[in-house]
């Protein structure tokens, strides 16, 4: 059998003998397997763009259920853009779903976050807008407060932010305004003028910053006592501000009296000699009665502590009578009395009724300074030895020695003893 491997003919010889008849199978089509493969082919097409679909709306999050949470700051920054990541201590929460602004300049971030994640999140929880780094895209930072609320967030709600960190852009932006305003020949005169002035003078510079640092560090632990004299500085010079008056008028007296000494100066001189004199007659005097002197004062302690106990009912004596000086004459003379008419007290019994001096309680004013018309003041009973309202005094005896007398003729009296004598029998 011969090979032909070049561009030349083919043996048909050798094809026809090498070809053989395919006998038709029963039950086996051509036309339903020339359809399979493609159709196999189209399914698997179709089956993977599915799964990039499912991957790409999961990474998106297209499946996940989200509830909205509302953020008004006064600006969003210049990078932060939808889809931004909402966080709390490092965790992801829930994503910037879109931003809108209002007329004021404000910008309102519309928030979805997690279900799973809101019973963890207080209701006063704080917001923040924040970056990653300093070219670094922003995203919400919510911040647990110090103290946490007992409720949690519940979808709807819409929080405040107050402030937004600068982006780099806003910095270059104001130092492109601030460059933009200086004369670019004057800057380099400037810049020429401190460079000579610095020139060859570095270890004097550095040496002054050096012993300003070593200054500041030693004023470093007076700073608490000087602040608080600089709080306290506006309330003094008021306070100087005011009485200002007074202390040039009291220099002013100053000056005067200095003059006056001056001119008086020998009356002075003998003034003071004359009190030298008198202090050494006082040194002699007291000198020599100091044991005298302090008898006297030893004698004197009971009554004026006594004086000293009493002195608010003699305050009220005095000044009771000072009312009487101020008080209108009578237009007649006359004495005003009140007479009671009773029984009579109890007889003398000894020794029970021997008069004590020891009524105690202390001083007692009564009605003092001012009393009132037609007031008598309480009667006081007090360890003096006769009580005519003692307990059991009868006041009137029916079974008397006159009565017995009287009824019954003279008759003599019971036996009597020492603690007797001087008792009707």
């Given amino acids: 059998m011969?090979?032909?491997?070049?561009?030349?003919?083919?043996?048909?010889?050798?094809?026809d003998s090498s070809a053989s008849p395919v006998a038709a199978s029963p039950g086996r089509h051509f036309g339903a397997q020339s359809y399979?493969?493609?159709?196999?082919?189209?399914?698997?097409?179709?089956?993977?763009?599915?799964?990039?679909?499912?991957?790409?709306?999961?990474?998106?999050?297209?499946?996940?259920?989200?509830?909205?949470?509302?953020?008004?700051?006064?600006?969003?920054?210049?990078?932060?853009?939808?889809?931004?990541?909402?966080?709390?201590?490092?965790?992801?929460?829930?994503k910037v779903g879109s931003i809108d602004v209002r007329p004021n300049g404000q910008a309102v971030l519309n928030l979805e976050?997690?279900?799973?994640?809101?019973?963890?999140?207080?209701?006063n929880v704080l917001v923040d807008i924040v970056s990653t780094s300093v070219f670094g895209a922003k995203y919400v930072d919510l911040i647990p407060p110090a103290e946490p609320s007992s409720q949690?967030?519940?979808?709807?709600?819409?929080?405040?932010?107050?402030?937004?960190t600068v982006e780099i852009n806003t910095v270059f932006q104001q130092l492109t305004s601030v460059l933009s305003s200086i004369d670019p020949a004057k800057l380099n005169e400037t810049l020429g003028a401190i460079a000579s002035a610095v020139n060859g003078r570095g270890h004097k510079i550095g040496q002054t910053?050096?012993?300003?640092?070593?200054?500041?560090?030693?004023?470093?632990?007076?700073?608490?006592?000087l602040s608080h004299d600089l709080e306290a500085l506006p309330v003094v010079s008021n306070a100087y501000a005011d009485a200002a008056p007074d202390l040039i008028a009291t220099i002013n007296n100053t000056i005067t009296i200095s003059k006056t000494l001056t001119d008086e100066q020998k009356n002075l001189d003998t003034f003071l000699l004359s009190s030298i004199g008198l202090a050494d007659t006082g040194n002699d005097v007291v000198g020599?009665?100091?044991?005298?002197?302090?008898?006297?004062?030893h004698l004197l302690k009971p009554t004026t502590d006594l004086l000293n106990e009493y002195h608010q009912a003699l305050w009220c004596g005095i000044k009771g009578s000072l009312e009487n000086l101020h008080s209108p004459n009578n237009t007649e003379p006359m004495i005003y009395a009140q007479v009671f008419l009773g029984f009579g007290a109890e007889r003398y019994r000894y020794p029970s009724n021997l008069?004590?001096?020891?009524?105690?309680?202390?001083?007692?004013?009564?009605?003092?300074?001012?009393?009132?018309?037609?007031?008598?003041?309480?009667?006081?009973?007090?360890?003096?030895?006769?009580?005519?309202q003692e307990y059991g005094n009868p006041q009137l005896m029916w079974n008397?020695?006159?009565?017995?007398?009287?009824?019954?003729?003279?008759?003599?009296?019971?036996?009597?003893?020492?603690t007797q004598i001087g008792q009707p029998g």
């Fill in 113 to 123: 976050m997690q279900p799973s994640q809101m019973h963890l999140i207080p209701a």
């Fill in 288 to 297: 020599a009665n100091r044991q005298p002197l302090t008898d006297v004062l």
């Fill in 36 to 94: 399979a493969r493609p159709l196999a082919g189209l399914g698997t097409f179709v089956v993977v763009g599915v799964i990039v679909l499912i991957a790409m709306g999961l990474f998106q999050g297209s499946f996940t259920k989200t509830v909205p949470v509302t953020v008004v700051s006064p600006r969003a920054g210049l990078v932060m853009n939808p889809d931004a990541k909402v966080k709390m201590r490092g965790v992801e929460v829930g």
């Fill in 2 to 15: 011969t090979r032909n491997f070049g561009p030349g003919p083919i043996d048909r010889s050798e094809a």
């Fill in 152 to 164: 949690h967030l519940q979808p709807g709600a819409v929080l405040q932010n107050k402030d937004v």
């Fill in 209 to 225: 910053f050096a012993d300003f640092d070593a200054f500041l560090a030693k004023q470093e632990p007076s700073l608490p006592a």
């Fill in 400 to 418: 008397s020695d006159a009565l017995k007398q009287l009824l019954y003729g003279p008759i003599d009296g019971p036996p009597r003893n020492v």
């Fill in 355 to 388: 008069p004590k001096v020891a009524a105690t309680g202390g001083p007692r004013c009564e009605n003092l300074p001012v009393v009132p018309y037609g007031k008598a003041p309480e009667f006081v009973i007090s360890d003096v030895g006769t009580n005519p």
